[in-house]
């Protein structure tokens, strides 16, 4: 199962969100599946659409907050959550953020 790679810096305990880490590719990967949802949310159509940095959460599943470069010094964060099955849910699309932006825990 995938899922261990994809858990940022450290494991955290159940429920706990995890420090940020860099994207990898999985990450990538993911956010990928969930574009066209994003692109309806935000209404526009996204050329950049790069995975920067994300944390996760074990929960019943997992839960991923990822902040994604939409370019020209814009980003957006991404709630995604992964069910025990595979199934991947966009959970919540924030617009309007900067590089600098926290990501919600």
């Known amino acids: 199962m995938a ?3 994809m858990q940022a810096t450290s494991r955290p305990m ?3 969100v995890s420090d ?6 999985e990450i990538q990967a993911m956010i990928e599946k969930v ?4 692109e309806k949310k935000v209404d526009r159509k996204l050329p950049v659409y790069k995975a ?3 944390c996760s959460q074990t929960v ?3 839960k991923f907050f990822v ?3 939409v370019g020209d010094n814009k980003f957006i964060h991404l709630e995604l959550y992964k069910a025990i099955s595979g199934e991947l849910t966009l959970n919540s699309v924030e617009d309007n953020k900067t590089e600098t932006d926290t ?3």
Request: glycine content about 8%; aromatic content about 8%.
């Open 52 to 54: 920067t940095q994300f």
């Open 3 to 5: 899922e261990p790679q």
């Open 60 to 62: 019943n599943g997992y």
């Open 20 to 25: 940020p880490a860099p994207a990898n590719a």
């Open 14 to 16: 159940l429920g706990a």
């Open 103 to 105: 990501l919600k825990k």
């Open 67 to 69: 902040k994604v470069d």
């Open 35 to 38: 574009k066209d949802s994003v």
